[in-house]
């Protein structure tokens, strides 16, 4: 036994765990507090005329989009950062302190640092959000049975976290105004971050070197490559702001949602046409295709929790529960509590069935249909209660139906990924991954421009339809997706 190992069997454990993993678990749960808390009111404060930027409705809910579909897409960049610079120990700890920087910005009584706070809390989630969850692996070694339980006492720190943020920081945008709740979420990120540097002793040394650090052989292609995005960058932008006659929050949103759009396209036709991967490979990439479509489908429906739901509560919903009054925040609350409950459900069921369960296509299919049908109940509640409020109670149904829908599709999308992936593109398909969410939320960007003025009836039930159809396109080709996984394995040669 090594002294590492030596010292970390002598140490008290966490719940039988080793004492890195409640580092990280209380880590996490206080970012997710301040990612969660910033989140349910963003949209809020980007619209209020009086106290916020006075944003129109359809352009502030643009903008919270492309906010998260930033956050995800520079995911890749902070598992890049990770692997290639600092190690993930540090940019976990530099993403944190970017975030609080972030939010103070957001705290300020003024506008003009309001755009600035909400890219660095962007890119701060991007440096630490991929990061925290592969330090956790790497507590156990290989085979180590804890593993597993592991990943579940620390999502369940995640949902914790985002359950507890919107009846906090709603709470105090009610109270005290939007700048006091948003410091409240620099708050929470700043505990996660003394969580983080007082408990790194039990992190014993994880994360601290890059896995594949840059050499000085790299640094001349790395040039060339950072120069050309930077172009990219530049000349996307620039069209952008061309073809919105000028600078603001428009070209942004636009040019971002042309990245997001331009970035799996980018990596399928490098996947499908590079020498490196073999025939059988090329055809487990495709078979990956719908699946990805599937995946941004049901992000693109998922994530409008902070825009058009967020926008449903607080102006057509009676916000009266049971003899109490609530605030449009507290829906966003749904989610984390019943993935709470539900998730140990599903995983007995899973259990229980064993290879006679669903295949992942089915399982993506049923989850893009369960996220289709949310949004029909969507547009049921907007035709049924026409001019009036509704009842809460619809939208608390249509969270419970995505997160449904969320534990059949979510849990199984990183283990598609790996089972479907080339051997010699394996990191990049996981980045992949994280580009789904990233273009359904570049899409809704679009889509709530395009459509303003539209009624929520016609919005949500257009949505409706064409998740909808494209789950029962999915489910046809299941089979064929199935006999692709079945025989993938990016461990052994094709």
Same mark, same amino acid.
């Given at each position: 036994m090594s002294g590492l190992q030596s010292a970390e069997s002598a140490e008290k454990t966490f719940f039988g765990h080793p004492r890195g993993l409640m580092t990280l678990f209380t880590t996490e749960l206080w970012e997710r507090f301040s990612y969660y808390?910033?989140?349910?009111?963003?949209?809020?404060?980007?619209?209020?005329?009086?106290?916020?930027?006075?944003?129109?409705?359809?352009?502030?809910?643009?903008?919270?989009?492309?906010?998260?579909?930033?956050?995800?897409?520079?995911?890749?960049?902070g598992g890049w950062f990770a692997d290639r610079v600092?190690?993930?120990r540090r940019t976990v700890l530099y993403g944190g302190v970017v975030i609080v920087a972030g939010h103070l910005c957001l705290a300020l009584p003024a506008t003009g640092p309001a755009y600035f706070g909400i890219a660095l809390v962007a890119l701060g989630t991007g440096l630490l959000k991929p990061n925290v969850s592969t330090m956790v692996g790497t507590l156990y070694e290989q085979g180590d049975k804890r593993r597993d339980s592991a990943f579940s006492i620390f999502y369940m720190g995640i949902n914790i976290g985002s359950f507890s943020a919107p009846f906090v920081v709603g709470f105090l945008r009610r109270e005290f105004g939007f700048h006091v709740a948003f410091a409240a979420a620099a708050v929470g990120m700043s505990l996660a971050l003394v969580a983080y540097l007082l408990g790194r002793r039990t992190l014993h040394g994880r994360g601290d070197t890059p896995p594949n650090?840059?050499?000085? $052989?790299?640094?001349?292609?790395?040039?060339?490559?950072?120069? $050309?995005?930077l172009a990219l960058l530049g000349v996307v932008f620039g069209l952008s702001a061309w073809l919105s006659g000028g600078v603001g929050p428009k070209p942004v949103v636009d040019a971002i949602s042309y990245l997001c759009f331009l970035a799996p396209?980018?990596?399928?036709?490098?996947?499908?046409?590079s020498p490196l991967v073999t025939p059988v490979e090329r055809q487990r990439v495709r078979a990956y295709i719908p699946l990805f479509i599937a995946a941004m489908l049901f992000f693109m429906v998922f994530e409008q929790a902070a825009t058009t739901l967020t926008s449903f509560a607080a102006d057509r919903t009676d916000l009266t529960l049971f003899g109490t009054t609530i605030s449009p925040e507290f829906f966003q609350s749904v989610n984390p509590f019943s993935i709470i409950v539900l998730a140990p459900v599903f995983a007995v069921i899973w259990i229980k069935l064993g290879d006679r369960g669903p295949g992942i296509g089915q399982k993506f299919a049923t989850g893009l249909l369960l996220a289709g049908?949310?949004?029909?109940?969507?547009?049921?509640?907007?035709?049924?209660?026409?001019?009036?409020?509704?009842?809460?109670?619809?939208?608390v149904l249509v969270y419970v139906i995505q997160t449904l829908g969320e534990l059949f599709l979510s849990?199984?999308?990183?283990?598609?990924?790996?089972?479907?992936?080339?051997?010699a593109f394996l990191s990049q398909m996981m980045a992949l991954w994280f580009l789904a969410p990233a273009a359904g939320q570049a899409i809704t960007a679009q889509l709530v421009q395009a459509t303003e003025g539209a009624s929520d009836t016609a919005y949500f039930g257009g949505l409706a339809i064409v998740t909808i159809v494209f789950a029962l396109v999915l489910y046809t080709l299941s089979p064929w997706i199935r006999r692709h996984t079945?025989?993938?394995?990016?461990?052994?040669p094709a």
């Open positions: 808390g910033m989140r349910a009111i963003l949209l809020l404060y980007l619209t209020d005329q009086a106290h916020g930027l006075g944003l129109g409705e359809s352009l502030g809910q643009a903008v919270v989009s492309i906010y998260g579909a930033s956050v995800y897409l520079l995911s890749v960049l600092f190690g993930a650090p840059l050499t000085a $052989a790299d640094r001349p292609g790395m040039i060339k490559v950072t120069v $050309a995005v396209i980018a990596y399928f036709t490098m996947l499908l046409r049908i949310s949004f029909a109940v969507m547009a049921l509640a907007s035709e049924v209660v026409g001019d009036n409020l509704a009842s809460p109670l619809w939208l849990p199984v999308g990183l283990a598609a990924t790996t089972v479907l992936a080339p051997r079945a025989t993938g394995n990016p461990t052994e």
